[in-house]
């Protein structure tokens, strides 16, 4: 994991940092509020341990910048005091832990090694309405229920799932799931038989319809449902 620090205590940043090395991660440090919102901006950061007392601007509002730009790495926060106040902002401006110094470095290495884990299994999963894709095991369930799919199937399934409540065109499906180039006769036949297949197993057997066809374009996976 790249793992940025956020904290202008430097003995405290050092020690993380080397630290979080021993473990495997690559720790990068910053000391005040700007240049970490740089650093989530700039891209390559998995996880923060984040400072909420910083020159600059406080962790806080690092962290409703990074969030607001659509960062969605995991975030533990350290907070100076034991406060009820801090923690509730926190974790309301969407930090996902958090530690009241003075902490144990053990104590940081071992809540980041849960988040670590908590992201890599969120990572591996993709949840549409009442539709749930396990990509690293390749099935699917609706509503609890395993739906038999074939690899096909499921590789169609997956990129609608990708794009959910945005049309997908039979090209993107073509060049993603048939790795197809441009050609004379498309594969439009062959796509149009994976998705009824596709639907008469996702759709069928329950009462909300979620895939729908966008005349002209292509297919869309509702992330709501239709009726
Ligand atoms: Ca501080």
Known sequence: MRVLVVEDEAKIAGALCAALGAEGHEAARVGDGPAAVAAVERGGVDLMVLDLGL???DGLEVLRRARAGGWRGPVLVLTARDA?????AGLDAGADDYLVKPFAVAEVLARVRALARRG?????RLVVADLELDIVERRARRAGRLLDLTPKEFEVLLLLARHAGQPVTRRMLAEAVWNDVPRATPLDNVIDVHVARLRRKVDDPFAVRLIRTVRGVGFVLESAGCA
């Open 84 to 88: 009820v106040d801090d923690r509730v």
């Open 55 to 57: 020159p600059g601007f």
């Open 120 to 124: 890599a299994a969120e990572a591996s």
